[in-house]
C-alpha cells in the first residue's frame, strides 16, 4: 500500500481520516498547517497527498498551485477537502489543477474510494 | 491677505492707540532721563518729580489698556 | 529676641505658605480657578522681581548714592508700560511654541538648537547662583539683627527647607503649559506680605518718626550730599541694565512668560507691575534718610528692621522681617524652578537621551521628574556652597547688578530673533560667546579679585579698562562693551551665515507670530508609525493624556479607533505638546528618533512656502469650504469601501459559517460512521469523547450565533439594575477561571476605583468582561502572563481597561479583531471567533464602547460605559 500525506489544521478531522485509512492499510502522515506544507511534501515523497482547503499560513490553493509548477510534484495526485462548499472553490481548486475535490462532510467509504482511485495499486 | 489703505474712524483711532503704546516706554525714558539735564535741585524734589512721572505712567498705561486689552487678534 | 522664637515665627510662616500653595493645587484640580488665574495673581507673582536685595538693599544703595536705586525700578517699568510691543509678542510665542525657558525660547527659536540652549542655561546659572547666596545671606543677616546669640547653620536649613518647598510643588507636573499654580499662588501671598511691609515701616517713618510728607522732604533736601549726586552715565546704563534684566531673567521668564494663563492678564499687568514697584520705592528715601538721623553707625542695608526695633516697635520690625524673608524665599523658590527645567530640558534630558536612546523604552516621564528635582537639590546646593565660600559680605553686595549684566547678554539673541528673521544660530552664539567671554572677564572674575587687574601686562587687555577705554565706570564699562561686542558678534554672525532650514521655518514662526497663516510645518516626507508615537507620547505626557490627545486628532481626521495619520500637520502639534514637557530641542529629538528622518531640506520648505502662499490666495470661506468638501470626500469613499467591503463580506460570511458549522461536523460524521463498525474498546472510548467535544463545539457555535444575531437585530432583552462594578468584575473573573486555563493568570485590580455603581445590565457586562478575561488567560504569551483591569471615570461614564503583558495585536489585525470570525490564532480550536464580534454588539446595546488600546505594551482593551 502506499503513503498518504495529509494536511490538515483540525486535529480531529485529520485523526478521522488517519483512522479510517491506516485501517485500510496505507500509511498516514499528517502535517498540521500550510506554511512550510509545500516542504513537507518534497520531504516525504507521499504517493497521494490530502489537501485541506482552509489552513492557517498558507491556503491549500496557494500550495495547490506551487506544487502544479514544480515539475518535481506536478503529477503527485492531490485531494482537496473543504467545508465552505461554494461553488467558487471548487472552481478555483479544478483551476489550481486538483486531481479530486471533495466537501466536509464526507463519507468513510467515499474518501477511502478516492484514495484508491488515485493511486494505482 | 491686502490690507485696506485707509481706515473708517473707529479702527483708525484703535490703531493710533497702538501707537500710542508702543511709543509710551519712550516718552517714559525721556521723562526718566530729565533730570539729568537740570541743575541739580535736590534728591527731595528730585525724587519727587521721578514718582509723580512714574505715577503718570501708570495711569496712561491703566487707561490704554482699557482699549487694547481685548485686542489679542493680528496684528494689522 | 530669642533665637528660638524667631525660628518658630520662620516655620510657622513657612507652614502656612505650604498650606496655601496646597490649597492652591486642591482648587486647581478641582478645576476652581478663577481667582488662582487671575490678573491680579499674575501681577503679584511678578513680584519676585523684588528680591530681598532690594527689599534690604535698596535702602542701603539709597543711603550710599541717592536716587540711584530707583534705576531698577525704572527699567522694568518702561517695559512693563510698553508691553504691548515686546512683551506681548514674547507671551504670545511662549504661548504658542510651549516654551518651558528663556533657554528653550532662544534653542527653539534658532532651529531648536541644544548648543543655544546649553549656552543660555550655563549663563544662568553662573549668574544666578551669587544672587541665591545673596538671598540667603540677607536672612542671615536679618537674623542677626534681632537673634541675641549667633548661630551657624542658618543658611544651611532656609537652603534645605527651600529644596523641599521647591521640590514639593514645583515638579508636581511635567508638562511646563500646567502652571504651578500653587507656588504661584504662595508668592502671589508672599508679594503681598512684601509690600504691606515695605509700606508699613515707610509709613510708620514719615508719620510716625518724622512729623508728615512735608517735613520729610525738608530732612530729604537738608540731609543731601554730594555723592547722591545724580550720575548720567550709571543713571541711563543701570536703566537699560534692569529693562534687559526684568525680561532676560529665568525666573521673571518663568512668572512671566512660563505661568502666564491668559495673555490679557499682560495688560493689567501693564499698569499694576510698575504700580506695585512704585509702592516698594516710594518711602525708600525717607527710610534711608531717617536712618541716617537715627542710627548713623548702622549698616543701612538693615534699616528697615533696625529703625523699628530702635523706635522700640517690636510687631513692626517682625513684619518687616518678614518682608525680607518673603522676598529671598520667593526668589529663591522661582529662580531654582526656572533654573532646573533648564538644566534638566538642555543638559541633562540630552546627555541621558543621547546615552540610552529611550524614545520608545523606558519612562521619560519618570527621569525628567527625576532630574528636575535633582536639579533644584544641586542649584541650591550651588548657592549655598557660594554663599560658604565668598564668607558673606561686602562680594555679595555688588552681586545683584553684575548678575543683570550677565543676563543681558541674552537680550540681542532674544530680541534680534523676536524681530529680526535673518538673525541665525552662528550670529547667536558668536553674540552670546563674545559678550558672556566680555562679561566673565571684566566683571564676573574681577568682583571676587580672580583675576589681575593688570590684564596680563598687556594695556588694552586690562580687565577694567578693555582697548584703552579707561576712567569708566567698572560696570558701565563692562555692560558697554560685553552688549556691543555682543550685538556686533550677533549681526555679523547672522549677516555671513546662512540658516538651515529649521532656523528659517523658527524664525518666520517666532517673528511672524501675530499673522493669521499657520506657518509651514516642520515635518514632511515618509511617516513613523502611529503607534510607536503614541508609545513615545505616554512615556512623557502620561498615559490619558496622550491617548486623548491621539483619540481627538483621529477624530479630527475623520478615523476611528486612536491613531491618527503622522501627518506633517500633527507630528508638529505633538511636538509642541511634548516640548512643553522637555523643551523644544530634546522634543524634537524624540520625535525624529521615532520618525527617523531628515526634518526638512530646503527644497521642501520653498514647496511648503508656495503651498501656503496660494493658500492665503484664497478667502477663509473658500478655505473652509475646500475642507468641507475633503471631509465630505473622505466620508463619502469610507462609506463606499465600507459598502463594498459588506458584500464581499455577506459571501465571506456565508462561507465562514458554512466552514465553521461543517468542520464539526465532519469529525462527528466520519467517527460515528466509524464506531457503527467493529472497533477496538479503547479506539471507541476515545472516538466517542471527540464525537461528544465536536457536538459541545457545534452547540456553543450555535448558541454563539443566535446570540449575535438577537444582539444585531436590537431585539435583545437587557435586564437593567444597579450594580456595583466591583461585582461584575469578581463574578467575570470568577466565572474566567474555568476557561481552560493555558496559563495561569496574575490579576492586578485597583479596587478603590471599582466601587463605583452602574446602571446597565450586570449579565451581559459580565459576558464582555469574561470575553476579555478569558482571552488574556488564552493568548497573553508572556513569561509570568498579567492582567492588569484599570477603572477610570471620564468623559460622563467609566472606562474600564483590560492589559495583559503578551506580545498584543500586530497592527493590521487591529482593525478587524471585532469582526466575525476573526480569528488571531488560526488553529481554529481555541473559540468560535465570535467573541469580540458579540462583546462589540453587547457594549452597543448597553450605550457604550469596546475598542483596541493600542501602545500599552500589551494586548489591551478598552470597555467605556456611560455614567
Redesign the interface.
Known amino acids: 500500500m502506499g503513503h498518504v500525506l495529509l494536511i490538515e489544521d483540525e486535529p480531529n478531522i485529520a485523526e478521522a481520516i488517519r483512522f479510517i485509512l491506516s485501517r485500510d492499510g496505507w500509511h498516514v502522515t499528517i502535517y498540521p498547517e500550510g506554511a512550510g506544507a509545500l516542504e513537507a511534501v518534497r520531504c516525504v515523497a507521499p504517493d497521494i497527498v490530502i489537501l485541506d482547503a482552509m489552513l492557517p499560513g498558507q491556503s491549500g490553493f496557494d500550495i495547490l498551485t506551487r506544487m502544479r509548477a514544480d515539475p518535481d510534484m506536478a503529477d503527485l495526485p492531490v485531494l482537496m477537502l473543504t467545508a465552505r462548499g461554494q461553488h467558487r472553490d471548487r472552481e478555483a481548486a479544478e483551476k489550481a489543477g486538483v486531481s479530486r475535490f471533495m466537501t466536509k462532510p464526507f463519507s468513510n467509504a467515499e474518501i477511502l474510494e478516492q484514495v484508491r482511485l488515485l493511486v494505482p495499486q | 491677505m491686502k490690507r485696506p489703505l485707509f481706515l473708517a474712524r473707529g479702527p483708525y483711532r484703535r490703531r493710533r492707540l497702538r501707537d500710542a503704546a508702543r511709543i509710551l516706554p519712550f516718552a517714559g525714558a525721556v521723562l526718566f532721563l530729565m533730570p539729568l539735564l537740570w541743575p541739580s535741585r535736590g534728591t527731595g524734589l528730585n525724587g519727587l518729580y521721578m514718582l509723580a512721572v512714574w505715577l503718570g505712567l501708570v495711569a496712561v498705561a491703566a487707561v490704554l489698556r482699557l482699549w487694547l486689552a481685548d485686542e489679542s487678534g493680528p496684528e494689522e | 529676641m530669642p533665637f528660638n522664637l524667631l525660628v518658630l515665627s520662620c516655620v510657622s510662616y513657612v507652614i502656612f505658605l505650604f498650606l496655601v500653595a496646597f490649597i492652591a493645587e486642591r482648587r486647581a484640580a478641582a478645576g476652581k480657578v478663577r481667582w488662582l488665574r487671575s490678573p491680579l495673581v499674575y501681577t503679584l507673582s511678578l513680584s519676585i522681581y523684588c528680591t530681598a536685595w532690594t527689599f534690604y538693599g535698596a535702602v542701603g544703595s539709597a543711603a550710599a548714592s541717592?536716587?540711584e536705586f530707583?534705576t531698577i525700578y525704572?527699567g522694568p517699568?518702561?517695559?512693563?508700560?510698553?508691553?504691548?510691543?515686546l512683551l506681548r509678542k514674547l507671551v504670545r510665542i511662549g504661548r504658542q511654541q510651549r516654551v518651558t525657558s528663556i533657554a528653550d525660547l532662544i534653542s527653539s527659536r534658532y532651529g531648536k538648537s541644544n548648543l543655544l540652549g546649553v549656552a543660555v542655561t550655563l549663563i544662568s546659572v553662573v549668574a544666578a547662583t551669587p544672587y541665591i547666596a545673596l538671598q540667603l545671606q540677607s536672612v542671615v543677616l536679618s537674623f542677626g539683627v534681632f537673634a541675641s546669640e549667633d548661630r551657624e547653620g542658618t543658611a544651611l536649613w532656609v537652603a534645605i527647607g527651600l529644596a523641599l518647598f521647591t521640590v514639593l510643588f514645583g515638579t508636581r507636573n511635567l508638562d511646563a503649559n500646567e502652571r504651578h499654580t500653587g507656588v504661584v499662588t504662595a508668592i502671589a501671598v508672599e508679594a503681598v506680605v512684601k509690600l504691606v511691609a515695605a509700606l508699613a515701616v515707610g509709613v510708620f517713618v514719615v508719620w510716625g518718626i518724622a512729623g508728615g510728607p512735608a517735613d520729610i522732604?525738608?530732612r530729604?533736601?537738608a540731609?543731601?550730599r554730594p555723592e547722591?549726586?545724580?550720575e548720567?552715565a550709571r543713571?541711563?546704563g543701570l536703566?537699560f541694565a534692569s529693562a534687559a534684566a526684568v525680561i532676560c531673567l529665568p525666573r521673571m521668564f518663568q512668572v512671566l512668560v512660563v505661568e502666564n494663563s491668559d495673555?490679557?492678564h499682560l495688560?493689567?499687568a501693564?499698569?499694576?507691575f510698575?504700580?506695585y514697584l512704585?509702592g516698594m520705592s516710594?518711602f525708600v528715601?525717607p527710610i534711608a534718610v531717617v536712618g541716617l538721623e537715627m542710627l548713623p553707625d548702622g549698616n543701612p542695608d538693615l534699616f528697615v528692621l533696625t529703625i523699628p526695633l530702635e523706635a522700640g516697635r517690636g510687631d513692626l520690625a517682625m513684619l518687616a522681617f518678614l518682608g525680607g524673608f518673603s522676598s529671598a524665599t520667593s526668589m529663591v523658590i522661582v529662580a531654582a524652578i526656572a533654573l532646573a527645567t533648564m538644566l534638566s530640558n538642555h543638559i541633562v534630558m540630552p546627555i541621558w537621551l543621547g546615552l540610552m536612546r529611550p524614545a520608545v523604552s523606558g519612562d521619560v516621564r519618570r527621569v525628567v521628574l527625576l532630574s528636575r528635582r535633582l536639579s533644584i537639590a544641586g542649584v541650591l546646593a550651588l548657592g549655598y556652597a557660594y554663599f560658604r565660600l565668598s564668607g558673606g559680605g561686602a562680594a555679595l553686595a555688588s552681586i545683584g547688578l553684575i548678575s543683570f549684566v550677565g543676563v543681558a547678554q541674552v537680550l540681542p539673541a532674544l530680541v534680534g530673533g523676536l524681530f529680526w528673521r535673518g538673525a541665525t544660530r552662528i550670529g547667536a552664539a558668536m553674540g552670546l560667546a563674545l559678550g558672556t567671554a566680555v562679561w566673565i572677564y571684566t566683571l564676573f572674575l574681577p568682583s571676587f579679585g580672580a583675576i589681575s587687574p593688570d590684564g596680563f601686562g598687556i594695556d588694552w587687555l586690562r580687565p577694567h579698562a578693555l582697548f584703552g577705554t579707561e576712567g569708566m565706570d567698572p560696570l558701565l564699562h563692562a555692560l558697554f562693551w560685553s552688549l556691543l561686542l555682543n550685538i556686533a558678534g550677533f549681526c555679523v554672525g547672522s549677516i555671513l551665515s546662512f540658516p538651515s532650514p529649521m532656523e528659517r521655518l523658527q524664525g518666520a514662526a517666532f517673528v511672524g507670530v501675530?499673522?493669521?497663516a499657520p506657518g509651514p510645518s516642520g515635518w514632511s516626507g515618509g511617516a513613523p508609525e502611529a503607534e510607536d508615537l503614541l508609545v513615545m507620547a505616554q512615556r512623557i505626557l502620561g498615559e490619558e493624556t496622550a491617548l486623548t490627545l491621539f483619540l481627538t486628532e483621529a477624530r479630527a481626521q475623520g478615523r476611528a479607533g486612536y491613531l491618527p495619520d503622522p501627518t506633517p500637520a500633527f507630528l508638529e502639534r505633538l511636538e509642541r505638546r511634548l516640548a512643553g514637557a522637555v523643551g523644544a530641542a530634546t522634543a524634537h529629538a524624540m520625535i525624529f528618533q521615532v520618525a527617523g528622518r531628515a526634518a526638512v531640506t530646503v527644497a521642501d520648505l520653498m514647496a511648503v512656502a508656495d503651498e501656503a502662499a496660494q493658500i492665503?490666495e484664497y478667502s477663509a470661506r473658500l478655505e473652509s469650504q475646500r475642507q468641507e468638501l475633503t471631509r465630505t470626500a473622505a466620508a463619502l469613499r469610507d462609506a463606499n469601501a465600507k459598502l463594498t467591503r459588506l458584500a464581499e463580506q455577506k459571501d465571506a460570511f456565508?462561507?465562514?459559517i458554512?466552514?465553521e458549522l461543517?468542520?464539526?461536523?465532519?469529525?462527528?460524521?466520519?467517527?460515528s460512521?466509524?464506531l457503527m463498525g467493529d472497533v477496538a474498546p479503547e479506539?471507541a472510548r476515545r472516538?466517542a469523547g471527540?464525537i461528544h467535544?465536536?457536538a459541545i463545539r457545534l452547540t456553543r457555535l450555535l448558541d454563539d450565533l443566535l446570540d449575535l444575531s438577537v444582539l444585531e437585530s436590537g431585539q435583545v432583552q437587557l435586564h437593567i439594575s444597579d450594580v456595583r462594578l466591583r461585582a461584575v468584575l469578581d463574578r467575570a473573573l470568577a466565572a474566567a477561571e474555568h476557561v481552560r486555563p493555558r496559563h495561569d493568570l496574575t490579576v492586578f485590580r485597583d479596587s478603590g476605583a471599582e466601587a463605583l455603581v452602574l446602571r446597565t445590565d450586570p449579565d451581559r457586562l459580565a459576558q464582555v468582561f469574561i470575553n476579555l478575561i478569558a482571552n488574556a488567560r488564552k493568548y497573553c504569551d508572556a513569561a509570568e502572563p498579567q492582567l492588569r483591569i484599570v477603572v477610570r471615570a471620564q468623559d460622563a461614564g467609566v472606562t474600564v481597561d483590560f492589559i495583559d503583558n503578551g506580545r498584543g495585536i500586530p497592527r493590521p489585525a487591529q482593525a478587524t479583531i471585532f469582526e466575525k470570525f476573526a480569528r488571531l490564532d488560526?488553529?481554529?480550536?481555541a473559540g468560535t471567533g465570535l467573541g469580540l464580534a458579540i462583546c462589540r454588539e453587547v457594549m452597543a446595546n448597553l450605550g457604550g464602547t469596546i475598542a483596541y488600546l493600542p501602545g500599552q505594551g500589551g494586548a489591551a482593551f478598552r470597555v467605556w460605559l456611560p455614567l
Do not use: C
Not at chain 3, 826 to 829: A, M, R
Open positions: 541717592g536716587l530707583m525704572m517699568t518702561l517695559v512693563f508700560v510698553g508691553w504691548w510691543g522732604l525738608g530729604i533736601q540731609a543731601d547722591w549726586a545724580l548720567p543713571w541711563a536703566t495673555e490679557k495688560a493689567t501693564g499698569w499694576a510698575p504700580l512704585l516710594v528715601i501675530f499673522d493669521t492665503m456565508l462561507g465562514q458554512s466552514h461543517r468542520t464539526p461536523m465532519t469529525s462527528i460524521l466520519a467517527f460512521e466509524i479506539d472516538q471527540i467535544a465536536e488560526e488553529s481554529g480550536q
